[in-house]
């Protein structure tokens, strides 16, 4: 059988660098002590401490009646309970059978007012009437659109703010859209795999020149009327 020659060498090296429990570490449990064995009754459930002490001079409670008390007999009432009855059942009003609705031919009843089957709704006094709130705030609108309006003529009667034409907003929106599609197309021509800074640079300036020109197609197509400064 073969032995290697550096078999002595290896043993060495290893009793050298050995260290004893090194993987898991000394024990560093503490031994119980002899001395606290499980005594007897240790586990029992001890009754907490009472708050209250007995005091021999506290007033006691009344006594019990003694066997030979008698009650106090012959106290009788004047109300005459059965006409009085009677007379609350004669005048009382009569009760209304709660509405139901019955589903099935079984006779499954259901509550009719929840059901959704009585047009209450539509009975009210304030039914399609617009509320207090809703009207308040349309005023406030119409009142800051007038105010923008009047803005608006008085900024024209100056000569500070011109409106732009429908031929001249329709072809600033064109060119937006033609100057997209250009930085679109560049931005789809970009390598997959960017591994240099410029490329990165070059990338993020392409996104953020496409985010803007989105912006501003979008403030074109959604206002009909647009007003620059005049220099």
Partial sequence: MYVSVFKAAVKEDMQKFKTA??????AKLEIPSPKDFLKKHS???????????????EPRKPPVPLRTDHPVMGIQCEKNFINTNAADVIMAVAKKPKP?????????????ETSGLVPKYINKKDYGVTPEYICKRNKEAKKA????????QENLRK?????????????????????????????????????????????????????????????????????????
Avoid at 21 to 26: E, L
């Fill in 21 to 26: 429990v090194k993987t898991m570490g000394p």
């Fill in 43 to 57: 586990k029992e459930k001890t009754l907490p401490p009472t708050e209250k002490k007995f005091d021999r001079n």
């Fill in 145 to 152: 659109q007038e105010e923008y309006d009047n803005y608006i």
């Fill in 100 to 112: 139901v609705y019955v589903d099935r031919r079984t006779g499954d009843k259901h509550d009719l």
């Fill in 159 to 231: 000569g500070a703010i011109k409106r732009v034409s429908d031929e001249e907003r329709e072809a600033v929106l064109q060119g937006l859209k033609k100057k997209w599609e250009e930085v679109h197309k560049e931005f789809q021509s970009l390598s997959v795999f960017i591994d240099s800074i410029s490329k990165k640079i070059h990338k993020q300036k392409l996104e953020e020149e496409m985010k803007q020109l989105e912006h501003d197609i979008g403030v074109f197509e959604k206002h009909k009327i647009i007003y620059i400064a005049n220099k």
